[in-house]
C-alpha cells in the first residue's frame, strides 16, 4: 500500500525554492502525492500548519528546543483532513461514488467533509462513546452517520461485510494508499519549515499508527533525495494507558511476531484507542528503527498536559495533550536531552471532547444487517 | 488611531516576491504592522487562512467566482487572533502587565490565549448569554472571565470604570492600533492569495466593524504602493435582523449625522450584536465610498446558509453563515452580477456555538463594584 516514487526524477525537477512560490497547503508537495491530475484534487484549504516554538515551555524543561506542530488549524479540526484530502482525490479519480469508514471519530468527520466537497456519498461508523461533537460534525457534512455497539475494528467489520452489497469503498486505515500519503505532508512540512535541518525527537499519539507511518515515509523520501541528512528523529508513539498495543509490543520485543493488539481496551473515547492497529507490526519496527520509543500516560497525565498547553494558548485534543504529556515524561527520565530538539504533534483541539450530546443522535448498531435497512430506507429517502 | 506608514519606502525596500520567502503568518507582512522589534511578537501561528474556491456554489449562484476565506482556521478558531497577535505584540512592547476586553465572545479567547502566551494577565467580560463553549475557552487559557447582566457596551462600561483602580489597559474595540492593523492583514491576504487582482465584492459579517475597516485601510495601502489596480472591492456588511446599525444607517443616510446605534437588541448572541459600534459612522463611510452596502438576515436565513456551508464540508459559524446568506441575498437579487467574482469571511466555526454549559460557569455581575470584590480575592488566591 505504500506508495512508490520516482524520486530522482522528482529532485531532478524540484529544487527547494520552487516550493516557495505554491501556495500553503499540502498540494505544495504536489510531486511527493499519488494524485496525478490536478483537476481530481479535493481540497479545503489542508496542511500549511504553524510550527509554534514553545519558549516558556523551553526554559520550564530544560530542553534547547520544544515545537508544538498545530494540526488542529486543519480544515475539520484535526490532522485527518490531510489523509482524506488525498484518499478522497484519489477515490475521485477511480470514479468511487460512495466511501465509508470506521473510525473514532476525527477520521469520520473529515470523511464526511471531503465527500462533501467532492460531491461523493460518505457513511461513518464511530463507537457508540464518540465525542458528540464530533457526530454533529459529520451529520452537519451530510455523511451516513452510524454508531456501533463496539470498537473502531467493529465498525470496521460491519463496512468490510456490507461493502459489496451496497457498493462502499473502504477507506478505513491501510485500506487504500491516500490517507498515507497525506499525512506524509506532516513530515515534508516540518522538515520545510525548520529550513530541512530534522529535529531530534518527533512525539506522535498514536491510533491506528498511519502517523508514524507518513511521517517515516517522508523523512525517507526526503533522504533518498538529499534533501535532508544525518540522522533521521528518533520516534516516539504516546497512548493512553488502558489501550497500548505499540507500548506494549515494544516492550515485549514481538515485533514481526505477531499481531500488535490489545485486549479489552479501558481507555478513553480518543483517536487513541485502537486495540488491533492494522499495521502495528509497521508501526513498532518504524520506532525501532529511528531508536524511538514508546510511552503511555495516564487520563491524569492528559488532564494535566491540557491544562498546561491551555495556560500557554493552545487548545489541545486529548490526544495532542498525550503527546504532551509523552514529551514532559521523556524530558524528565532524561530521555530528551537538554541539547535536543522536539516536535510535538497537537492532532485536533479540546472544543470538540466536551461532554455533550448531539442534537439528532445517530442510530446505534451492531452489525450490517442492523444498519442495512436504516441505511436503505434512509438513502430511499 | 488608524496607523500611518511609510508606505513610499515599504514600497523601496519590499518586493512582491519576497514575501514568498518568509512564513505563511499574518507577520509575512511585517513592514505593514506596527509592531517595530520582532522580538516582541507575540504568536500563537495566525493568518496565512486559506481562500477556498466553491466551484459547486459557483454553479448553484451562477457566479464567476465565489470564495470562502476561512478564518475559523485561525488560533482560538477565529479572525479575532489577527488582531489580538497584534495588539497583546503592542501591549507587550509597552509593557503592560493586564488587559481587559469587553466581548461577545471570540475576542474573549483571543485575548485570553495572546495574554496566557505573552504571560500577560487577561481579564474577560461576555455576555450572560455568550455561548458555553467560549466561556470555557477563556477559561482554559487562564483569564479571568465575568458574564455581564447586560450586552457588550455593558462589559465596556465595567472595564472602564475598573481600569484605573485595577491597573488594566482596556483593548476594546478601536481603544488601541493593534486590532486594526491585525485585521488588515485579510486584505493583504487576500490580495495576495488571488494574485494581486482584488475581487469585484468582499461580503463580511459586521457587529463592531473593525473587519471593515482592517479591510479598506489594507487596499487604501496597496493602492498607494500602487501593488493594486483599479477598483476597490465593494464592500458589504451583514448584520442579523434584530440589531443592525449599520444597516439602518445606510438607509437612513445618517452617516456623520450622530451615533450609528440600535436600540433593544433581540438578535442572536452572536459577534453580530454590538448595538452600539464604536466607531460605526466610519463603518459606514467606507461601505458608502467603496459603493458597497449592508444586508440584514434573519436567524432562517443563516440556519438555512449553514446547512449550506455544512453539506460543502465547511463548518461556519453564525456570523459566517450570516455572511454566506448575504452573499446568496445579493447574488439573487442581481447586486452581484454574474460575471463578477465576491469573497465571504467565515470568521470562525459552528462547534463554539453549541447549546453548552460550561463546566464552571463565571459569575454574573452588573456593575464594576459587583466585579471588584470577586476579582481581587481570584487574584490573591
Not at 452510524?146 to 452489497?165: F, M, N, P, S, T
Not at 479489552?264 to 508501526?283: C, Q
Not at 521523556?330 to 497537537?346: H, Q
Request: aromatic letters at 6%; hydrophobic letters at 40%; one cysteine or more.
Amino acid at each position: 500500500m505504500l506508495v512508490k516514487y520516482d524520486l530522482e526524477s522528482i529532485a531532478a525537477t524540484v529544487k527547494k525554492a520552487d516550493l516557495l512560490t505554491r501556495g500553503n497547503s499540502m498540494w505544495r508537495y504536489a510531486e511527493w502525492l499519488p494524485v496525478s491530475d490536478p483537476a481530481s484534487v479535493v481540497s479545503l484549504g489542508e496542511g500549511g500548519t504553524p510550527l509554534l516554538r514553545m519558549d516558556a515551555m523551553q526554559r520550564r524543561y530544560g530542553v534547547q528546543g520544544v515545537y508544538v506542530k498545530r494540526e488542529e488549524q486543519n480544515p475539520t479540526g484535526s490532522f485527518k483532513a490531510r489523509g482524506f484530502a488525498a484518499a478522497v482525490s484519489l477515490l475521485k479519480e477511480k470514479g468511487v461514488a460512495k466511501a465509508a469508514v470506521p473510525s473514532n471519530g476525527n477520521a469520520a468527520s473529515a470523511l464526511a467533509a471531503y465527500a462533501a466537497r467532492a460531491g461523493m456519498e460518505a457513511v461513518v461508523i464511530v463507537p457508540g462513546d464518540c465525542p458528540g461533537m464530533i457526530i454533529e460534525e459529520c451529520i452537519r457534512y451530510g455523511a451516513h452517520t452510524y454508531q456501533v455497539d463496539g470498537l473502531i475494528h467493529d465498525a470496521g467489520r460491519i463496512i468490510e461485510d456490507g461493502k459489496q452489497e451496497q457498493g462502499w469503498f473502504n477507506a478505513g486505515t491501510l485500506r487504500e494508499p491516500g490517507r498515507v500519503e497525506g499525512k506524509k505532508t506532516m513530515g515534508l512540512e516540518i522538515a520545510e519549515q525548520l529550513g530541512w535541518k530534522l529535529p531530534d525527537v518527533i512525539i506522535y499519539p498514536t491510533g491506528g499508527g498511519s502517523g508514524i507511518i507518513g511521517l517515516w515515509k517522508a523523512f525517507q523520501e526526503l533522504r533518498e533525495m538529499n534533501w535532508i541528512e544525518g540522522e533521521l528523529p528518533r520516534l516516539v508513539s504516546v497512548q493512553e494507558a488502558g489501550c497500548q498495543p505499540i507500548v506494549d509490543a515494544l516492550q515485549a520485543g514481538s515485533a514481526g511476531e505477531g499481531a500488535v493488539a490489545s485486549e479489552n481496551a479501558t481507555s478513553s473515547p480518543t483517536g487513541l484507542r485502537v486495540p488491533k492497529p492494522p499495521d502495528g507490526n509497521l508501526v513498532v519496527s518504524i520506532i525501532r528503527e529511528t531508536g524511538g520509543t514508546a510511552v503511555a500516560v495516564s487520563k491524569e497525565d492528559i488532564r494535566r498536559a491540557q491544562t498546561e498547553l491551555g495556560l500557554q494558548g493552545i487548545s489541545s485534543s486529548p490526544e495532542g495533550a498525550a503527546a504532551w504529556a509523552g514529551f514532559a515524561r521523556l524530558r524528565e527520565a532524561g530521555w530528551i536531552k537538554p541539547a535536543e530538539t522536539a516536535v510535538v504533534f497537537n492532532t485536533s483541539h479540546a472544543d470538540k471532547y466536551i461532554d455533550w450530546i448531539p442534537r439528532v443522535a445517530p442510530a446505534v448498531v451492531r452489525t450490517y444487517n442492523d444498519l442495512k435497512p436504516l441505511y436503505e430506507s434512509r438513502r430511499r429517502g
